[in-house]
């Protein structure tokens, strides 16, 4: 897939391939989140994601969504950075209200 201005953009859905993986993490073809800034995806070939998943708990590094009518976590306990390669196809975009939600537990995981 090509990197730059037609490229994803923070807040997409995108399905991509997950597979190899290794020991737990997410595995398959599945929806991701793109959590990196479009500044750096319009200039790398790189992209952060993080997995969405209708199993599993409820915890607070798991953010409750809703996305094509069905619930779910944004698991942001296993963010990943993929290449562009990975990315099968755009399938939507996340309600902005789950993206702040996203990025403020995102920036509580890393501030010190």
């Known amino acids: 897939m090509a990197v730059g201005p037609t490229g994803p953009t923070r807040g997409d859905v995108y399905?991509?391939?997950l597979d190899p993986t290794r020991g737990s993490e997410?595995?398959?073809?599945?929806?991701?989140?793109v959590i990196?800034?479009?500044e750096?995806?319009?200039?790398?070939?790189?992209?952060?994601?993080?997995?969405?998943?209708t199993g599993g708990q409820a915890?607070?590094?798991?953010i409750r969504c809703r996305f094509r009518d069905r619930s779910g976590f944004v698991a942001i306990d296993q963010l990943r950075t993929i290449d562009s390669e990975r990315l099968v196809r755009r399938v939507g975009r996340i309600a902005p209200s789950t993206l702040t939600a996203v990025l403020a537990i995102l920036q509580e995981m890393f501030s010190p």
């Open 15 to 17: 399905l991509i391939e």
């Open 26 to 33: 997410i595995r398959k073809t599945r929806p991701c989140l």
């Open 36 to 38: 990196s800034p479009d």
């Open 40 to 53: 750096l995806n319009q200039h790398l070939r790189t992209v952060i994601v993080a997995p969405m998943t």
């Open 59 to 62: 915890y607070p590094w798991r």
